[in-house]
Structure formats: structure tokens, C-alpha cells
């Protein structure tokens, strides 16, 4: 207890904990309740990037809704620093699966729609300089490819600096070698600031190679059956041993190793 206290009170940190959280979701259909989670423990803090993967039904995107406040735990509670999350926050930002622009509003206007306060010239310029889109500022969102509105997205969810920044599958939508530069992209912005990410991803080698932790789900009902740290220098070798070793890990807590595969 004395630790966690010590950890709280460092200046800057924020300290996610969720303690027994369970959701279920009642079937307008049928008299039924879908358990999307059960009893999850999990503790998180700044400076963190935590990958969550899974099959589909096991609660990661829940787990985001939970944290964003956009959603209330049937049983346990989330908190931020020992204060329980009640509702949404500016100090939790969201980033989903396709870009969420305005597309009336030029890139520059997207960027600074969100700003608290006016008077953030300089902010602004300095996102459009960090994602490479200073001469773009003046295009709407349909001129864009899709990269470049993943990236002016990302801004968005960064522009007033939250401590939880939340990633539900940013790039899923991305073809390959533009995921790619979009990782690499995230993974600078968040370096900046060291600030809690947590990002939910169906990739295993986008978990790993973005992810300080990678938190490992099943479903039915959703349930953390692994965490494993990933200590590795950025930016990671995705052929390297220890990438590979890894890989094969978390492959075989999801039941896709070979030598798992015919005992499911």
C-alpha cells in the first residue's frame, strides 16, 4: 500500500487502476445478458503503452469505453489517481478506428477545433509540423489520403495534451505500409510526453511493436489471461529473436501457436 501511494503522489504520474470490473450488456432480443467482462484487474501508468489483443468478444474496446467514461462498470470501479471515473474527461482522449473530422473544416481547423483556450497558434503549428502536414493545412478531409487523415486524427486526440490518450484500433483501416508509418508516427507523438496510451489491435506484431505491456484477452467472457512486458529498445526490430519470441508467446496464449493449435 505504501508503494502505491509513493506511486500516485510522484509528480506527473497517473495511475490507472481497474479493480474487479465486470460489464454485461442485456439482449434487446432475448431475455439473455452478454458478459463482455469479468472481474478484470489491471493497474496502468504514465509513460505505459499498453497493447491489448484478443479475439473479438473478449472486451477490449469495452475496456476503452470503460476508461473514456463513456460507459459505467456493472460491478468493481475505475480510477484515475484513487478518483473514480464517473463520466468522460478532456483528460482522456479518444482516437477511433476511422478518422472523426470535420470535413467542412480545413486540417488546420480540425487540429485547433478542440482547443480549450484561444490563442494556440503556435500548438497548432507545431502538430502540423510533428505529423508532416504544414502544407496541407488548408486541404478538407475528403483531399486527404487516408494516412493523412489518420494522422491529422491523432492530432485531434492529442491537440490538449491528455494524460490517457485511447486508441481503438487507429489503423486497422490502413493498408500496410502506410500502418506502418502511422505506428511509427503514434509512437513519436506519444514519446513527447510519456503520457498512459492504451490501444486495443487485433495485430500481434503491431502489439508488440508499439506496446510496453501487452495485456492478452479471451472472451466469453472477457478475461485477462496474460501480461506480458515488452522490453525492448525503440525503435524495434520486428525480425529480431526476442520480437519473434514474443510473437510466438502470445500467439500461444491465444491458441494459434502450432503446437497449441489442435488442442482448442
Not at 33 to 38: E, F, P, R, S
Not at 140 to 164: H, K, T
Not at 201 to 225: F, L, S
Amino acid at each position: 500500500m505504501a508503494e502505491r501511494s509513493s506511486e500516485i503522489m510522484a509528480e506527473n504520474t497517473v495511475i490507472l487502476r481497474l479493480d474487479n470490473v465486470s460489464k454485461s450488456f442485456a439482449k434487446v432480443e432475448h431475455d439473455e445478458v452478454t458478459h463482455a467482462l469479468n472481474e478484470v484487474n489491471l493497474s496502468m501508468k504514465s509513460g505505459e503503452f499498453i497493447s491489448l489483443v484478443g479475439p473479438s468478444g473478449c472486451g477490449k474496446s469495452t475496456i476503452l469505453r470503460l476508461v473514456a467514461g463513456l460507459i459505467p462498470p456493472t460491478t468493481g470501479y475505475l480510477t484515475v489517481n484513487g478518483a473514480q471515473i464517473t463520466g468522460p474527461s478532456p483528460e482522456r482522449g479518444m482516437m477511433f478506428q476511422k478518422p472523426t473530422l470535420f470535413p467542412w473544416l480545413t486540417v488546420e481547423k480540425n487540429i485547433s477545433f478542440s482547443l480549450k483556450l484561444k490563442g494556440n497558434e503556435e500548438k497548432v503549428e507545431r502538430m502540423l509540423r510533428i505529423i508532416g502536414l504544414e502544407s496541407f493545412r488548408n486541404d478538407y478531409p475528403g483531399q486527404l489520403s487516408g494516412g493523412m487523415a489518420q494522422r491529422v486524427s491523432l492530432v485531434r486526440s492529442l491537440i490538449n495534451e491528455p494524460d490517457i490518450l485511447l486508441l481503438d484500433e487507429p489503423l486497422g483501416a490502413l493498408d500496410a505500409f502506410t500502418r506502418m508509418n502511422m505506428q511509427d508516427e503514434i509512437l513519436k507523438v506519444w514519446q513527447e510526453k510519456k503520457q498512459l496510451a492504451i490501444m486495443v489491435t487485433h495485430d500481434v506484431d503491431e502489439a508488440i511493436y508499439m506496446g510496453t505491456r501487452v495485456i492478452v484477452m479471451d472472451a466469453h467472457p472477457g478475461r485477462v489471461v496474460s501480461d506480458i512486458k515488452i522490453d525492448q529498445a525503440y525503435p524495434r526490430e520486428r525480425s529480431s529473436q526476442t520480437f519473434v519470441a514474443c510473437r510466438n508467446e502470445i500467439l500461444n496464449r491465444l491458441h494459434f501457436g502450432g503446437k497449441n493449435r489442435g488442442q482448442q
